[in-house]
């Protein structure tokens, strides 16, 4: 169940300031909350973007704080926030960890959320990666990928169906009713999560989109195709939306040492690197910008959507 239109590359963003890893938070972000955060979603839906998206972990490890942060804002909490700020761009979970929780726990999450959004919900999963904090959550972290593969399997009936069927391994439930029902039919999209082998396996036989943490350009065409070929090996017939992440932009020439790892300059040689993309059959991408200020921010967001956007489509 693709929901980008064919032929198209659409674009989302994952916000600022509702994640502070030290990994990737400007420092303009620490001094920013909800005002800062409701202007940028709302920056995004007027400029066309197809979606925002925030991440999720419950508590951070004492050990990993000083590279982590401690600052993750609650999934659930921000996009219904968001969803209030915003009319038209999709919400998504980027990602939710299904381990962490019953699979009806999410499916009441995100079927409340769908319902509340009029149908802009886009469930991204993926299993997770940090062991102390599923230990005291008493969530199952060596065998988390078996776990969200039966908690997407569980999901996906939960929010086709008002009173779900589902007999696993891990979890059986039947007789249970879940309203408000979704807005989208036969349900939001699921879209998961991972770069790895077996992220690509699950997102080819389970998802309904691919979004890959962090694969280089180079190896986007390899684990494009593996996604693929586990769909046909699953026998699934439904089209996948296939999403990448790209590098740091910068529209124009910046003022300031944006790091080796930006894309910067003339509109033409940014929309060169997105099409570079969608000739390897990327049809969503998560874009990246360089920023010194929420101001700034909202400068290259308009710069991309009046300059970039459109040479792409042209292309």
């Known amino acids: 169940m693709r929901i980008v239109p064919d032929g198209q590359l659409v674009y989302g963003m994952q916000l600022p300031i509702q994640a ?4 990737f938070v400007e420092e303009w972000e620490r001094d ?3 005002d800062e955060l409701a202007r940028l979603a709302r920056k995004a839906d007027r400029s066309g973007f197809f979606y ?3 991440c999720d972990h419950v508590a951070i490890p004492e050990r990993l704080a000083p590279a982590m942060g401690t600052t993750w804002y609650d999934t659930i ?5 968001l969803a209030a700020e915003t009319d038209h761009i999709r919400l998504m979970s980027h990602v939710w960890v299904m381990g962490y929780r019953h699979p009806l726990q999410s499916a009441k999450s995100f079927a409340t959320l769908d319902h509340l959004s009029k149908g802009r919900i886009i469930v991204g999963v993926g299993a997770g990666h940090v062991e102390d904090e599923f230990a005291v959550l008493g969530a199952e972290f060596e065998h988390r990928g078996g776990v969200l593969d039966e908690s997407i399997d569980a999901l996906k009936v939960a929010l086709t169906d008002e ?6 391994a891990r979890w059986d439930f039947a007789g249970f009713g879940i309203a408000p029902r979704p807005v989208q039919r036969p349900r939001p999209p699921i879209w998961v999560g991972g770069s790895s082998p077996a992220a690509q396996r699950r997102a080819g036989r389970k998802g309904d989109g691919w979004l890959p943490q ?3 350009r180079a190896q986007m065409p390899e684990q494009i195709a593996a996604v693929r070929q586990a769909r046909a090996d699953a026998g699934v017939d439904d089209p996948i939306d296939i999403g990448t992440i790209s590098e740091f932009f910068y529209v124009g020439d910046p003022p300031f040492d944006v790091g080796k790892f930006t894309i910067s300059g003339a509109p033409e040689r940014i929309a060169e690197s997105l099409v570079e993309f969608k000739e390897m059959g990327v049809n969503h991408a998560q874009v990246r910008f360089k920023s010194r200020s929420v101001d700034e921010l909202e400068e290259q967001i308009d710069a991309f959507a009046s300059d970039v956007i459109p040479l792409v489509d042209k292309a």
């Open 163 to 168: 009173f779900p069927v589902h007999h696993g």
């Open 214 to 216: 962090g694969t280089p």
């Open 52 to 54: 925002v998206a925030v």
């Open 32 to 34: 920013c909350g909800p």
């Open 77 to 81: 909490a921000t996009l219904g926030f």
């Open 20 to 23: 502070q890893s030290t990994v």
